[in-house]
């Protein structure tokens, strides 16, 4: 089984490690059900470390996958873990972006796999004043904080913009698109993430260095360019001092090894579509043979009533069915599929140790649906969250 699996390869990591607590933090990176870091995992950490606390004096290990999620949780997380440990580790098999990048800040070193890759921290903010995300009606979109910051460093350094009336119609033509609120919030996210960035680094780097510290900081919000940019092991040793370690053969094997399991289990490596899912879950159902012409009438009455493809009088009942009569050699009969369909559980992140596993599910119903279009009738896919929650797997 999956978590016995898990399971035998956490403990042969704590053995290969020094018998360390080794504690499991996945969120799903999978295209289309992305997780994101939350509060949630503050509370099952701790249980972890609890049920763990006897390995813990030996050190604590963090084995974390991540592109990251809320801002406030990695201060919280590595405080915690170091109230169990002076001896605190970040183990990154793969991608640990933005705040998982800030958890990795705070432990006194980080032990990253050959495909192990940090990433910028610069935040992404979003609130009730965001605008309307233009591919996902319904829905806010995200503003990065360095997008807005490069925006003013592009009018005054690349345009050469610096008088103060230009620089007010700036900013006018941004609020013109972003409401000030929400600029607001971008400005107070900036300064939150640098504070988070500084109290993090001093932990990591055992010095009060300030400058050095402020040098680090700018580069990782800034200087990157590019909120996707990955840094590898060999870049953050030499370009950003941070205390990396490559770990021995046996613990870099081990360590890819559980990530597989992850990677299998949360199906990371498959994008979801929504369409391929419902397919594999019902597939289509045979055809039953060509329609009679009161199953086509039925359907062309369906469309009448609807106003589509029916011209700009309309056709009578007689019209209809004589229509329908004329259609029925043409119509051998199509595969159908399920208009409606629940999906298996999906998972989306997973915290666990050698004690037990934390699993979060997803309910998920799908709705083939016919939505009207100036074309004609157009068919969708309605998405129903039905349950989420944490399980335990012992």
Not at 46 to 70: C, P, R, W
Not at 84 to 92: E, G, H, M, P, Q
Not at 161 to 168: F, K
Request: aromatic residues 6%; charged residues 20%; hydrophobic residues 40%.
């Amino acid at each position: 089984m999956p978590r016995n699996t898990r399971k035998g390869l956490i403990e042969q990591l704590q053995a290969a490690r020094g018998n360390r607590l080794l504690v499991v933090y996945i969120t799903s990176t999978r295209q289309g059900h992305e997780i994101q870091i939350g509060d949630d995992a503050f509370r099952l950490i701790y249980d972890h470390l609890e049920a763990g606390k006897e390995l813990a004096s030996n050190g604590v290990d963090l084995f974390i996958h991540s592109n990251g999620g809320s801002g406030t949780v990695p201060w919280r997380v590595v405080n915690l873990i170091r109230q169990y440990t002076k001896n605190f580790a970040v183990l990154v098999p793969y991608h640990a972006f933005s705040a998982a990048t800030l958890i990795a800040l705070g432990a006194n070193e980080i032990v990253m796999h050959k495909m192990g890759c940090l990433g910028p921290i610069d935040p992404s903010v979003a609130n009730i004043f965001n605008p309307p995300h233009p591919m996902s009606p319904g829905q806010l979109a995200p503003i990065s904080v360095e997008d807005v910051t490069a925006y003013f460093k592009l009018v005054k350094d690349e345009v050469g913009i610096h008088h103060e009336d230009q620089l007010v119609s700036t900013l006018t033509a941004l609020t013109d698109k972003i409401h000030p609120l929400a600029i607001g919030n971008i400005q107070r996210s900036h300064n939150q993430s640098r504070m988070m960035a500084r109290k993090l680094l001093k932990l990591h780097k055992g010095s009060s260095d300030e400058h050095e510290i402020e040098k680090l900081i700018d580069i990782l919000k800034s200087n990157l360019f590019y909120h996707g940019h990955p840094i590898n092991r060999e870049e953050a040793k030499k370009d950003l001092n941070l205390d990396v370690v490559n770990p021995t053969p046996d613990v870099e094997s081990l360590m890819w090894q559980l990530y597989l399991e992850y990677e299998t289990e949360m199906k990371l490596a498959d994008p979801f579509n929504p369409l391929r899912e419902m397919e594999l879950k019902s597939p289509p159902q045979a055809p039953k043979g060509p329609l009679t012409t009161q199953e086509i009438f039925a359907q062309m009455q369906q469309l009448a009533q609807m106003g589509f493809g029916l011209g700009p009088s309309g056709l009578t009942e007689q019209q209809l069915v004589s229509l329908a009569a004329a259609m029925v050699p043409y119509t051998n009969g199509t595969a159908s599929i399920p208009g409606k369909v629940s999906l298996d559980p999906i998972v989306g992140s997973i915290i666990e140790s050698a004690a037990y596993a934390d699993i979060f599910r997803t309910d998920l119903r799908l709705e083939r649906t016919t939505v009207a279009s100036p074309s004609g009738p157009q068919e969708a896919l309605k998405q129903e969250v039905l349950w989420q929650r944490w399980e335990k797997e012992q």
